[in-house]
C-alpha cells in the first residue's frame, strides 16, 4: 500500500525553534516570545484594565509578559504621564492581578522595576529628582520639560537607591513576579551612571567604565540577594550612545559593558537610547533596525538576550535566533497590535496575523496619558472595559443582513467583525478597489506599511462565506431600499476642505481660487505645477507627508504650519524628528508659525500667528491639508426618507469611522469595530475601573518602609 507523504508543517519545522523553552536564571520561559515591559498607560489605578490587557497577551501565547515602567520610590515621580508604582501593599495586590492572570495561561511575568533619576521632574511627590553629578535630561519634547533640576546623590542617596530596589523586588515576588527588571535605559537613572556626559563623579562611581558600572552592577547585586533564588534578574540596557563610543579593549564601550557584566544578570534586555530610536515608525525604518547596534551582546555573554524590532515576520524571528543577533524575540507594538501572534504561528496561521503598523499611535497614547489604543487592534485597552476579544468578538444572538457602505478602513473593519460575529454582510464601495483613504495614502512616501490595516481584513473577509464584497457599486437611497437589509453602517469616509482659520481657532470661511488644493484633489491625480506652497494646520501627518510627495515628484515646495514644528502632532508618535530630517534632505523650506491669510494666484501673504507681521511668496498653488469634513451626504439623503427605509424593513443605520467623526486610522477602526460589536443593541457598558484600596493609605516615614 502506497502511503501518502505526511504534508509538512511549517510549524513542526521552521519556526518550532520559537516555541523551544528558555531558563532565565531560576525560571523557565515556556517559549522565545516575550513581550518586554512597554508603556501602556494602565497606572495601577486601573488594575483590572491592565491586568486583562496583559493577559490576553499571555493566551495568544507570548511566553513573557511584563509590566511598564514601575516606579520604586517616591523619587521617581513622572506624572502626569501614566507610570505603575511598587511603593505599598495596596500597589502589590494591583500588581497579583495582572500576574495572576498571566499565569492562568502558563506564562511568566516580569516587573521592570525602575528609578528615573533626572528625567522626572517629581510634580507630584515634591522631592528631589536623583542624579549622579546633577546634570539634568533637558528635554525637547514639550511634555517632559520641566524647570526643576536634580540633586547630585551622595553616597546615601546611593544607598538609598539600592535598598528601595531590593525592597522592590521583594514586593514584587510578594505580587508574585517571575522576572524582576534592572533598569539602565533610555535616560533614567541606572543609565546616567553609565554616560559619562551624566556622570562627572569623582568618587568610585564616575571615571573609568568600570567604576561608572559600578552602580548598574550594585542594582544588579542587590536584587539578586533579594529575590534571586525565586526570580530571574534581568539588566535592560540601552547601548546605541555606548556603542558609539570607543572601548580601551574592546571595538566600543558597549562591548567592555557587556563584558564587565556578562555573567551577573539572568537576562540581558538590550535597547536603544531614545524613543524615536528604540520605537521608530515605519514611515522612515523597517524591522529589525536594532540589530546594527545589539548584534554583538551574545558573542560576550553566555546569558539569554532578548531585543525587539518590530518583529511581526516569524521567519525574520528564525533569522534572529539562527544568526545569533537574539535568544528571545521581544515585542512590544508587535504584541499589542496582535496578542495572538505566538499562537498563530505555531498553529501554522501566518497569513491571520495582524501585523503592526509601525504608525506609534499606541506611543502616543501614553503620552496622552490615557490606556493604549492601537491602529491595527481595536480592541486593545478595551479587553475588560467593553469586553472585547481580539480574535473572538462572540456571536450575536440573531444572525441579521448588515450592508456596510464604504471599504475604508472603518467599513472593512465593521464587515469583519460582523462577519465573525455571524451576520450575513455585504460589502459595498464605489471605488475601484477596497481601503478608502488608504488606497491612496499607501502611496506616499514611508507609508506602504499602513496598508496592513487593508491587507488584513481584506485577507479575512475573503476567506469569509457569509461575506460579500462589491466594488464600483455608489449605492443612493434607491438601491439600499432595493437590497433592504437589516441594518445599514455607512462608512462613506470624510474630505479634506479648503477652510482656514483665524490664529487657529476660529473658521473664517474657504481659500477661494480654482489653484487651491487639497490632499483629496492630490489623490485624485490632479497635480499642482510650479511652486506650490503646503500650508498645514492638520498637524498630523498629511501636511508633511503630500509635502514629501509634490517634492519627489520635482514640484518645488515651501511648507507652512502655524505650529511650531512641521507635523506637530508627531511629537506624539516619535516621527517628529525623522519628518524635519526628510523635508531637508528634500530641499523644502520650512516656515512655522505662519498661516495664510490671502492667495491671488501669483502671490500668497502670510502672517504671523502672533506679531501679525505679513510676508509675501511667489507660488501658483496653495495645498491646504487643514480641516476634514464628513462625507455624509448618503446618510443624510437616507433620514431623509427614513419612513421609506423603515417601510422597506430597515431596522436602523448609521455613521461609522470618518464619516461620523474624522480622525486618524486607529479611530476609524474603532468606530467600525464599536458599531459591529453594537449592531442593534445600542451603545454598551463602559466599565470604569478603581484603584485597589485594601490596606489603609501607608505613610512613608521611612521611604521604602510603607
Ligand atoms: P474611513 O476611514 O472611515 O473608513 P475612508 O474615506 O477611508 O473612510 O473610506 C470611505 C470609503 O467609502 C471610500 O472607499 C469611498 O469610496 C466609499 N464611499 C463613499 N461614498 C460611497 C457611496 N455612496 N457608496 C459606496 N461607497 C462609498
Ligand atoms: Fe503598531 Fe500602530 Fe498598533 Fe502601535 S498603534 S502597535 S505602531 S499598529
Given at each position: 500500500?502506497?502511503?501518502?507523504?505526511?504534508?509538512?508543517?511549517?510549524?513542526?519545522?521552521?519556526?518550532?525553534?520559537?516555541?523551544?523553552?528558555?531558563?532565565?536564571?531560576?525560571?523557565?520561559?515556556?517559549?522565545?516570545?516575550?513581550?518586554?515591559?512597554?508603556?501602556?498607560?494602565?497606572?495601577?489605578?486601573?488594575?483590572?484594565?491592565?491586568?486583562?490587557?496583559?493577559?490576553?497577551?499571555?493566551?495568544?501565547?507570548?511566553?513573557?509578559?511584563?509590566?511598564?515602567?514601575?516606579?520604586?520610590?517616591?523619587?521617581?515621580?513622572?506624572?502626569?504621564?501614566?507610570?505603575?508604582?511598587?511603593?505599598?501593599?495596596?500597589?502589590?495586590?494591583?500588581?497579583?492581578?495582572?500576574?495572576?492572570?498571566?499565569?492562568?495561561?502558563?506564562?511568566?511575568?516580569?516587573?521592570?522595576?525602575?528609578?528615573?533619576?533626572?528625567?522626572?521632574?517629581?510634580?507630584?511627590?515634591?522631592?528631589?529628582?536623583?542624579?549622579?553629578?546633577?546634570?539634568?535630561?533637558?528635554?525637547?519634547?514639550?511634555?517632559?520639560?520641566?524647570?526643576?533640576?536634580?540633586?547630585?546623590?551622595?553616597?546615601?542617596?546611593?544607598?538609598?537607591?539600592?535598598?528601595?530596589?531590593?525592597?522592590?523586588?521583594?514586593?514584587?515576588?510578594?505580587?508574585?513576579?517571575?522576572?524582576?527588571?534592572?533598569?539602565?535605559?533610555?535616560?533614567?537613572?541606572?543609565?546616567?551612571?553609565?554616560?559619562?556626559?551624566?556622570?562627572?563623579?569623582?568618587?568610585?562611581?564616575?571615571?573609568?567604565?568600570?567604576?561608572?558600572?559600578?552602580?548598574?552592577?550594585?542594582?544588579?547585586?542587590?536584587?539578586?540577594?533579594?529575590?534571586?533564588?525565586?526570580?530571574?534578574?534581568?539588566?535592560?540596557?540601552?547601548?546605541?550612545?555606548?556603542?558609539?563610543?570607543?572601548?580601551?579593549?574592546?571595538?566600543?564601550?558597549?562591548?567592555?559593558?557587556?563584558?564587565?557584566?556578562?555573567?551577573?544578570?539572568?537576562?540581558?534586555?538590550?535597547?536603544?537610547?531614545?524613543?524615536?530610536?528604540?520605537?521608530?515608525?515605519?514611515?522612515f525604518?523597517?524591522?529589525?533596525?536594532?540589530?546594527?547596534?545589539?548584534?554583538?551582546?551574545?558573542?560576550?555573554?553566555?546569558?539569554?538576550?532578548?531585543?525587539?524590532?518590530?518583529?511581526?515576520?516569524?521567519?525574520?524571528?528564525?533569522?534572529?535566533?539562527?544568526?545569533?543577533?537574539?535568544?528571545?524575540?521581544?515585542?512590544?507594538?508587535?504584541?499589542?497590535?496582535?496578542?495572538?501572534?505566538?499562537?498563530?504561528?505555531?498553529?501554522?496561521?501566518?497569513?491571520?496575523?495582524?501585523?503592526?503598523?509601525?504608525?506609534?499611535?499606541?506611543?502616543?497614547?501614553?503620552?496622552?496619558?490615557?490606556?493604549?489604543?492601537?491602529?491595527?487592534?481595536?480592541?486593545?485597552?478595551?479587553?475588560?472595559?467593553?469586553?472585547?476579544?481580539?480574535?473572538?468578538?462572540?456571536?450575536?444572538?440573531?444572525?441579521?443582513?448588515?450592508?456596510?457602505?464604504?471599504?475604508?478602513?472603518?467599513?472593512?473593519?465593521?464587515?469583519?467583525?460582523?462577519?465573525?460575529?455571524?451576520?450575513?454582510?455585504?460589502?459595498?464601495?464605489?471605488?475601484?478597489?477596497?481601503?478608502?483613504?488608504?488606497?491612496?495614502?499607501?502611496?506616499l512616501p514611508g507609508?506602504?506599511?499602513?496598508?496592513?490595516?487593508?491587507?488584513?481584513?481584506?485577507?479575512?473577509?475573503?476567506?469569509?462565506?457569509?461575506?460579500?464584497?462589491?466594488?464600483?457599486?455608489?449605492?443612493?437611497?434607491?438601491?439600499?431600499?432595493?437590497?433592504?437589509?437589516?441594518?445599514?453602517?455607512?462608512?462613506?469616509?470624510?474630505?479634506?476642505?479648503?477652510?482656514?482659520?483665524?490664529?487657529?481657532?476660529?473658521?473664517?470661511?474657504?481659500?477661494?481660487?480654482?489653484?487651491?488644493?487639497?490632499?483629496?484633489?492630490?489623490?485624485?491625480?490632479?497635480m499642482p505645477e510650479g511652486p506650490t506652497l503646503v500650508f498645514d494646520?492638520?498637524?498630523?501627518?498629511?501636511g508633511g507627508v503630500i509635502t514629501e510627495h509634490l517634492a519627489s515628484k520635482g514640484v518645488p515646495v515651501t511648507y507652512v504650519t502655524?505650529?511650531?514644528q512641521a507635523s506637530?502632532?508627531?511629537?506624539?508618535?516619535?516621527?517628529?524628528p525623522l519628518i524635519a530630517r526628510a523635508l531637508t534632505s528634500r530641499n523644502v523650506a520650512v516656515r512655522t508659525?505662519?498661516?495664510?491669510?490671502?492667495?491671488?494666484?501669483?502671490?500668497?501673504?502670510?502672517?504671523?500667528?502672533?506679531?501679525?507681521?505679513?510676508?509675501?511668496l511667489q507660488c501658483r498653488n496653495?495645498v491646504?491639508?487643514?480641516?476634514?469634513?464628513?462625507?455624509?451626504?448618503?446618510?443624510?439623503?437616507?433620514?431623509?426618507?427614513?419612513?421609506?427605509?423603515?417601510?422597506?424593513?430597515?431596522?436602523?443605520?448609521?455613521?461609522?469611522?470618518?464619516?461620523?467623526?474624522?480622525?486618524?486610522?486607529?479611530?476609524?477602526?474603532?468606530?467600525?469595530?464599536?458599531?459591529?460589536?453594537?449592531?442593534?443593541?445600542?451603545?454598551?457598558?463602559?466599565?470604569?475601573?478603581?484603584?485597589?484600596?485594601?490596606?489603609?493609605?501607608?505613610?512613608?516615614?521611612?521611604?521604602?518602609?510603607?
Amino acid at each position: 500500500m502506497n502511503m501518502l507523504p505526511k504534508p509538512e508543517s511549517r510549524t513542526e519545522s521552521r519556526y518550532d525553534i520559537l516555541f523551544e523553552p528558555i531558563k532565565i536564571g531560576p525560571v523557565t520561559a515556556p517559549n522565545r516570545f516575550y513581550q518586554v515591559p512597554h508603556a501602556s498607560g494602565m497606572t495601577n489605578a486601573l488594575p483590572r484594565i491592565r491586568a486583562k490587557f496583559r493577559e490576553t497577551k499571555a493566551e495568544g501565547g507570548w511566553g513573557v509578559i511584563c509590566t511598564g515602567a514601575c516606579s520604586i520610590d517616591l523619587s521617581s515621580d513622572d506624572a502626569p504621564l501614566p507610570m505603575a508604582t511598587m511603593w505599598d501593599d495596596n500597589d502589590i495586590k494591583a500588581h497579583a492581578m495582572m500576574t495572576d492572570a498571566v499565569h492562568r495561561h502558563g506564562a511568566l511575568a516580569g516587573v521592570e522595576l525602575w528609578h528615573g533619576g533626572a528625567s522626572v521632574m517629581n510634580r507630584q511627590t515634591r522631592v528631589a529628582p536623583l542624579s549622579p553629578s546633577g546634570i539634568p535630561w533637558m528635554a525637547t519634547h514639550v511634555g517632559f520639560m520641566g524647570n526643576l533640576r536634580p540633586k547630585t546623590m551622595d553616597k546615601q542617596d546611593i544607598r538609598d537607591v539600592l535598598r528601595w530596589q531590593a525592597e522592590g523586588a521583594r514586593k514584587a515576588r510578594i505580587a508574585g513576579f517571575d522576572i524582576v527588571y534592572v533598569y539602565a535605559g533610555m535616560g533614567y537613572l541606572g543609565y546616567e551612571f553609565l554616560l559619562p556626559e551624566y556622570n562627572h563623579r569623582i568618587d568610585e562611581y564616575g571615571g573609568s567604565l568600570e567604576n561608572r558600572v559600578r552602580f548598574v552592577r550594585e542594582m544588579i547585586e542587590v536584587t539578586k540577594d533579594a529575590v534571586g533564588k525565586d526570580c530571574g534578574v534581568a539588566l535592560r540596557v540601552s547601548l546605541e550612545e555606548l556603542r558609539a563610543k570607543a572601548g580601551r579593549n574592546q571595538a566600543s564601550e558597549a562591548h567592555e559593558l557587556i563584558e564587565l557584566l556578562s555573567d551577573i544578570p539572568d537576562l540581558f534586555d538590550v535597547k536603544m537610547d531614545s524613543s524615536p530610536t528604540d520605537c521608530s515608525p515605519s514611515r522612515f525604518t523597517g524591522e529589525g533596525s536594532h540589530e546594527p547596534v545589539i548584534d554583538f551582546v551574545k558573542k560576550l555573554t553566555k546569558k539569554p538576550v532578548v531585543g525587539v524590532g518590530r518583529f511581526t515576520s516569524p521567519d525574520a524571528m528564525v533569522s534572529q535566533i539562527k544568526r545569533g543577533v537574539l535568544d528571545i524575540i521581544g515585542g512590544a507594538r508587535p504584541s499589542i497590535a496582535d496578542p495572538f501572534l505566538p499562537n498563530k504561528i505555531r498553529e501554522n496561521r501566518i497569513e491571520e496575523i495582524r501585523e503592526c503598523i509601525g504608525c506609534n499611535i499606541c506611543i502616543s497614547s501614553w503620552h496622552d496619558g490615557v490606556p493604549v489604543r492601537c491602529t491595527q487592534n481595536p480592541t486593545v485597552g478595551e479587553e475588560w472595559r467593553r469586553g472585547w476579544h481580539p480574535e473572538n468578538p462572540g456571536k450575536a444572538g440573531v444572525a441579521e443582513r448588515v450592508l456596510v457602505i464604504g471599504g475604508g478602513p472603518a467599513g472593512l473593519e465593521a464587515a469583519l467583525t460582523l462577519g465573525r460575529r455571524g451576520h450575513h454582510v455585504t460589502l459595498a464601495d464605489k471605488g475601484t478597489a477596497f481601503g478608502g483613504r488608504l488606497t491612496f495614502e499607501k502611496t506616499l512616501p514611508g507609508l506602504s506599511a499602513w496598508n496592513r490595516v487593508v491587507d488584513y481584513r481584506l485577507g479575512r473577509l475573503r476567506e469569509m462565506t457569509n461575506v460579500e464584497m462589491y466594488l464600483e457599486s455608489d449605492l443612493g437611497v434607491d438601491e439600499i431600499i432595493d437590497l433592504a437589509p437589516d441594518h445599514v453602517l455607512v462608512a462613506t469616509g470624510a474630505r479634506w476642505t479648503k477652510f482656514l482659520y483665524s490664529s487657529m481657532e476660529i473658521p473664517v470661511g474657504k481659500l477661494a481660487h480654482e489653484r487651491v488644493f487639497t490632499p483629496d484633489d492630490i489623490a485624485a491625480g490632479r497635480m499642482p505645477e510650479g511652486p506650490t506652497l503646503v500650508f498645514d494646520f492638520d498637524n498630523y501627518y498629511m501636511g508633511g507627508v503630500i509635502t514629501e510627495h509634490l517634492a519627489s515628484k520635482g514640484v518645488p515646495v515651501t511648507y507652512v504650519t502655524p505650529a511650531g514644528q512641521a507635523s506637530a502632532w508627531t511629537i506624539m508618535t516619535n516621527e517628529l524628528p525623522l519628518i524635519a530630517r526628510a523635508l531637508t534632505s528634500r530641499n523644502v523650506a520650512v516656515r512655522t508659525l505662519e498661516m495664510v491669510s490671502a492667495f491671488d494666484g501669483e502671490t500668497v501673504t502670510l502672517a504671523n500667528i502672533f506679531t501679525g507681521q505679513k510676508t509675501e511668496l511667489q507660488c501658483r498653488n496653495v495645498v491646504i491639508s487643514g480641516l476634514r469634513l464628513p462625507r455624509a451626504e448618503l446618510f443624510e439623503a437616507m433620514n431623509a426618507r427614513r419612513a421609506d427605509l423603515e417601510a422597506a424593513g430597515i431596522k436602523s443605520f448609521e455613521l461609522v469611522g470618518d464619516a461620523l467623526a474624522p480622525g486618524a486610522l486607529a479611530h476609524a477602526v474603532h468606530s467600525g469595530h464599536r458599531a459591529a460589536q453594537e449592531l442593534g443593541l445600542g451603545p454598551q457598558p463602559f466599565r470604569r475601573d478603581a484603584p485597589i484600596v485594601e490596606f489603609e493609605p501607608s505613610y512613608w516615614s521611612d521611604r521604602g518602609n510603607a
